[in-house]
């Protein structure tokens, strides 16, 4: 499987752009995401009975990409905190199956079910976007947006619904 990766570091705000070819530069943009900013109270999780800083609405920020390297597919976009539940980490979403012509998610598409994307399984067991809920007491964590350009048939076998981080990048 051929792909390029677009990344954005969440909290952090850092965007960064890497890619398999200097030509094709993937690049992943929200105009919600500040550089070195926080996250939208309205992107944060909305279950308080689970923990108590999801005091959000789990409204995902709107995303688009550009730079597509030639012979993409599909797409799969992940979320990822890694200092949650260390030493693991904590998939906040896990999408793909995204055709090559979609070009990004208006806010809170990622929210629901959608045509557009096949849903995998986040740490709540679910194929949606979970926002994050940082726990009490803790310091910043990173929230990483990961895009994945491939040459997979967006209807490929093998993308099949329910998978998790780890099974997609095997």
């Known amino acids: 499987m051929k792909y390029a ?9 850092l965007a960064l752009s890497l890619s ?10 929200s105009p919600q995401i ?15 009975q689970r923990t108590p800083n999801c005091v959000g609405e789990n409204v995902s920020p709107p995303l688009a990409w550009s730079g597509v390297p030639d012979g993409t597919k599909s797409f799969a976009l992940l979320l990822f905190d890694p200092e ?8 906040h979403m896990v999408i793909y199956g995204i ?6 998610f208006a806010e809170g598409e990622l929210s629901k079910e959608s045509p557009k994307f096949v849903g995998g399984k986040n740490l709540m067991g679910t194929g949606l976007y979970f926002g994050p809920g940082t726990p009490p007491n803790t310091d910043w964590h990173h929230y990483t947006w990961t895009l ?3 040459d997979l048939d967006p209807q490929a076998p093998e993308l099949k ?9 095997a």
């Open 5 to 13: 990766l677009g990344t954005v570091l969440l909290a952090g705000g």
């Open 84 to 91: 949650g539940r260390a030493p693991a980490g904590v998939s």
């Open 99 to 104: 055709p090559a012509d979609v070009k990004g």
């Open 148 to 150: 994945v350009a491939t």
């Open 161 to 169: 619904p329910g998978m998790t981080r780890e099974e997609l990048a």
């Open 34 to 48: 500040q550089d070195n900013g926080t996250l939208a109270v309205k992107n944060a999780c909305a279950d308080k």
């Open 20 to 29: 398999a070819r200097a030509a094709d530069v993937l690049t992943l943009t």
